[in-house]
């Protein structure tokens, strides 16, 4: 059969190279010879020297492979270096955590950033979805006659606005998150008044530790009286709560049905360039073997897993515990299950309608599943 498969030109079927890769790990491992000669004409024609990642301050299967020193092995011994957008300090790089700008680069993380880039017409695509549950509160003060979710019609709510030249993703959590909970009672927001926290967006907010001071505005409105209510979400979010003294009126983290679930954190996509997918799937199927290795990892590793979270968010192990669940380092799997993917596309038109993104797309279009497919076989053989 791979006698057969011609490689024409300066380009090749992804399809074909994904089907060329899998020879090498198939049963016994066995490889012919024109199945290595296939994949090195290849390397040669669309050669990689560097790759950039990126992830957002929240639990995420990469923070945990950094952490190990996987991804630097893996791309180590091709001679690719692996560059960190955290460590530029190039404003130009920086924004590319939102705007996914660069090429080669591998994103983990919200997915109001991806889906808003992808709406501004990055050609990026989705290689896979995670789903870590979080702490989602609407919380009141301690002394509020708010004691129900109904309790909120009439209400003031804050909501932060902060303005800046990338999607405001903190608006638009805090209002996904505020909607939610208004359904769940059988209202909506023109039964509340929304105010707006207004401020800049610092220069890289959400990719830096700053995330552990996240929600700090919304908290000393609502301490003040100037709100009744806030949104608030992950550790940062649940040490605010515990800091100011403020009671949660409901958790949506722990709603049962998923799709109540729904925000910048789940379902929260791996993204890179359509470019790199299309002429180097191996290179993004080993980045995310070495992911899925990190799942697993995570599994049997409970305490070294809520310390490397706690670092991630700028926190402690006990608040990464109390904020994402005892059993948090069961859920670092990536998939492209139905569920997730509909979730997606569910946030996608949350964002749409509410005017947080310029343009309509397809999501199924957006999702390209040959790598993890590759990635999958790699880890099965």
């Known amino acids: 059969m791979l006698t057969n498969l011609q490689l024409q030109t300066n380009t090749i079927s992804a399809n074909a190279y994904c089907l060329l890769y899998r020879c090498i790990f198939e049963e016994h491992r066995r490889m012919s ?17 560097a790759l950039w990642y990126t992830r957002c301050p929240v ?4 923070g945990i492979a950094l952490d190990l020193g996987w991804l630097a092995e893996e791309f180590d011994h091709s001679g690719i270096g692996l560059n960190s957008i955290r460590d530029s300090e190039d404003p130009r790089v920086q924004i590319s955590h939102f705007s996914h700008t660069l090429p080669g680069l591998f994103r983990e993380g919200g997915n109001i950033p991806a889906i808003w880039a992808r709406s501004t017409g990055r050609d990026t695509v989705v290689v896979a979805l995670t789903w870590v549950d979080e702490f989602q509160a609407i919380l009141v003060r301690k002394d509020s006659p708010i004691e129900q979710l109904s309790d909120l019609a009439g209400r003031i709510i804050g909501v932060p606005r902060q303005t800046g ?16 909970a208004l359904e769940l009672a059988g209202l909506s927001t023109d039964d509340v008044a929304l105010r707006d926290i207004e401020s800049v967006q610092p220069a890289f907010a959400g990719a830096s530790v700053g995330n552990g001071r996240f929600h700090e505005l919304e908290a000393r409105a609502l301490e003040d009286g100037v709100v009744d209510a806030i949104y608030a979400k ?6 605010s709560a515990r800091q100011h003294g403020f009671r ?9 049905d998923p799709t109540r679930r729904i925000n910048n954190g789940n379902p929260r996509p791996v993204t890179v360039d359509r470019r790199t997918a299309e002429l180097r799937p191996d290179i993004v199927a080993r980045y995310l073997t070495v992911l899925i290795r990190a799942a697993e990892w995570a599994k049997d590793n409970p305490d070294a897993v809520f310390d490397i979270i706690g670092q991630e968010v700028g ?3 006990d608040e990464a515990r ?18 997730r993917r509909r979730s997606l596309a569910a946030q996608k038109d949350f964002l749409l309608r509410h ?8 999501v199924e279009s957006w999702i390209d599943p040959r790598p993890l497919a590759l990635a999958t076989g790699r880890r099965e053989a």
């Open 234 to 239: 992950g550790a940062p979010g649940l040490g």
């Open 355 to 362: 005017g947080f993104i310029p343009a309509d797309f397809d």
């Open 165 to 180: 030249e990338r999607v405001d993703f903190a608006r638009a959590m805090s209002l996904r998150g505020i909607v939610t």
């Open 322 to 339: 109390g904020a994402y669940g005892t059993r948090a380092h069961f859920n670092f799997g990536l998939d492209l299950s139905p569920l």
């Open 248 to 256: 949660v009126l409901t958790d949506i983290g722990s709603n049962p």
């Open 59 to 62: 639990p995420t299967a990469s």
């Open 315 to 317: 926190r402690t192990a």
């Open 33 to 49: 010879v024109v199945a290595v000669s296939a994949i090195e004409d290849v390397e040669r024609k669309f050669p990689i020297d």
